[in-house]
């Protein structure tokens, strides 16, 4: 039982090579905060709390640093509140985030570089000064299950590299930038996307490619998915980057039904982070996606998703 943060770096400190712990935070609110670990030993740690903890870095870094072949392991804790930094950083290793957040702290939200493997399952990146995520480096990737990216100053996720991966499925990338940030939703060079079943909407930037912005090369595909930004045409010029069965804001690609710009009346209640489709958003999406083997079978909520009609792009399948 890890009950402050003097706690829990000793006992980061003590986990051998090889070796495995799971830690469990029984701490406060405050317990936690001022902590940063720099882990690079060959080892796997699981940081479980109760959903009251958040893990806070300090002025000279993120919270956690880890490299090397480690892997780290959140459940049930926020990331935030570094006042001069970024949240979490991962280089050459894995992390991964059930349950969790990562909020409110005053750069990057999470750094993940040198083919770390990040991976996020219900859990939210929202409230960063800067970018939700940074990926960098041959074979980084980033992969969202069940998640939201809301609400980043410096917009969601930022990718570049070549052989770098952002998987979204059943996922939110809403409300990131504003009209001084570089991008939006998404931002892509030398990148592969896979996205399905995923809402990007309401991201907005000082260009035009609001929720897609491709500098280089960017492959793949999204589909069954919501893409509208809070100006039309919000998705970049991606030749590569395969966009059917979707509601969008633009294009011509005869399998997605275009429109408009980003609309509030789409969605239960976007301003509390809530991007599930309203009766108009039924009336104005039902019918586009098309589901496909290898898709998710159940939205954000477990609901299931048609797999013999077509359906609701985005995350929500709502009742009909």
Not at 3 to 8: K, N, Q, R
Not at 9 to 25: E, I, K, T, Y
Not at 207 to 227: E, K, Y
Not at 244 to 252: E, Q
Request: hydrophobic share 35%; with cysteine.
């Amino acid at each position: 039982m890890i009950a402050d943060g003097t706690a829990l770096v000793n006992a980061f400190d003590n986990v051998p090579d090889g070796g495995d712990r799971v830690l469990m935070l029984t701490g406060g609110i405050d317990d936690y905060t001022g902590v940063s670990v720099d882990f690079t030993t060959n080892a796997e740690v699981a940081i479980i709390g109760d959903g009251t903890q958040i893990l806070t870095g300090t002025s000279s870094g993120s919270f956690l640093q880890n490299g090397s072949d480690s892997i780290v392991y959140f459940g049930s804790v926020s990331i935030g509140g570094n006042l001069s930094g970024s949240g979490l950083a991962c280089s050459g290793s894995s992390v991964w985030l059930d349950d969790s957040e990562v909020r409110n702290n005053d750069s990057v939200g999470l750094t993940v570089s040198g083919g770390c493997a990040a991976h996020l399952r219900r859990s939210v990146v929202s409230n960063n000064n800067g970018t939700g995520a940074t990926i960098s480096g041959s074979g980084t990737s980033i992969d969202l299950l069940n998640s939201m990216f809301s609400n980043n100053d410096g917009g969601g996720i930022e990718a570049a590299g070549a052989t770098t991966q952002v998987v979204l499925k059943t996922s939110v990338i809403a409300s990131n930038g504003n009209n001084s940030s570089l991008f939006g939703g998404l931002s892509l060079d030398g990148t592969d996307l896979q996205a399905v079943y995923t809402t990007i909407a309401g991201n907005d930037s000082s260009n035009p490619q609001m929720s897609i912005r491709c500098l280089g090369s960017v492959s793949g595909m999204v589909r069954n998915s919501i893409l509208v930004g809070e100006d039309p045409d919000s998705v970049g010029e991606c030749q590569e980057l395969m966009l059917t069965n979707s509601g969008t804001d633009g294009g011509d690609e005869p399998s997605n039904t275009v429109v408009g710009a980003f609309d509030v009346s789409w969605f239960e209640d976007p301003a509390m982070g809530d991007f599930r489709l309203s009766d108009l958003g039924r009336e104005t999406f039902e019918g586009i996606a098309m589901w496909q083997d290898g898709d998710p079978q159940t939205d954000i909520d477990g609901d299931p998703i048609s797999m013999e009609t077509p359906s609701f792009p985005g995350y929500d399948q709502p009742s009909r």
